[in-house]
T-cell receptor, first 111, second 113 residues
Framework: GQQVMQIPQYQHVQEGEDFTTYCNSS?????IQWYKQRPGGHPVFLIQ?????EVKKQKRLTFQFGEAKKNSSLHITATQTTDVGTYFC???????????FGGGTRLMVKP | DAGVIQSPRHEVTEMGQEVTLRCKPI?????LFWYRQTMMRGLELLIY????????DSGMPEDRFSAKMPNASFSTLKIQPSEPRDSAVYFC???????????FGEGSWLTVV
């Protein structure tokens, strides 16, 4: 079955440093979504990428979808303590298929 | 919109007891998901309903787990009998058409002692 892997599992950064999490799928994806879960909270949708090579930005967050539509990344510039949480990617193989969530990357930011 | 509503938010129960978790999806959404989250296994999809019909229950761990969706605005996840290894956060989520953004409830934190 489809597998979605995320690395790293955990990342400690100093406030102001950059952070990147990577997502890799065993199969080509029709689209990929990213979610953020704050400690003690629930996953909240951030963005969806659909096109090969697509890049989207949300303030300090940059999302990329690979050319082969099998990998994606989330980059945060100059992390802040409010960025703390677990970031999940979730891939969909075909329209109408289920989303498969990655294991998440837990980001911790030291002030 | 009130979002996905789950109850109870927290439950502590003794091993062997029956646990029922409840969910009200966002009005108008026709897909409903039950997920379980633990540190060891991450976020796991247990079951998925579309138009109140179970479509994929391959993630349900064993016969102790059952889920129902009697109507478009209500679903339950039941564990009977509960075991300590069932301790987890159980999320209900809904979406429109099963293809769009998934909206999660705040979760039901279950502890089985």
């Amino acid at each position: 079955g489809q597998q979605v892997m995320q690395i790293p599992q955990y990342q400690h950064v100093q406030e102001g440093e950059d952070f990147t999490t990577y997502c890799n799928s065993s199969t080509t994806l029709s689209n990929i979504q990213w979610y953020k879960q704050r400690p003690g909270g629930h996953p909240v949708f951030l963005i969806q990428l659909v096109k090969s090579g697509e890049v989207k930005k949300q303030k300090r967050l940059t999302f990329q979808f690979g050319e082969a539509k099998k990998n994606s990344s989330l980059h945060i510039t100059a992390t802040q303590t409010t960025d703390v949480g677990t970031y999940f990617c979730a891939g969909r193989r075909n329209a109408g298929n289920m989303l498969t969530f990655g294991g998440g990357t837990r980001l911790m930011v030291k002030p | 919109d009130a979002g996905v509503i789950q109850s109870p938010r927290h439950e502590v129960t003794e091993m062997g007891q029956e646990v029922t978790l409840r969910c009200k999806p966002i009005s108008g959404h026709n897909s409903l998901f039950w997920y379980r989250q633990t540190m060891m296994r991450g976020l796991e999809l247990l079951i998925y309903f579309n138009n109140n019909v179970p479509i994929d229950d391959s993630g349900m761990p064993e016969d102790r787990f059952s889920a129902k969706m009697p109507n478009a605005s209500f679903s339950t996840l039941k564990i009977q009998p509960s075991e300590p290894r069932d301790s987890a956060v159980y999320f209900c989520a809904s979406s429109f058409r099963g293809e769009d953004t998934i909206y999660f409830g705040e979760g039901s934190w279950l502890t089985v002692v």
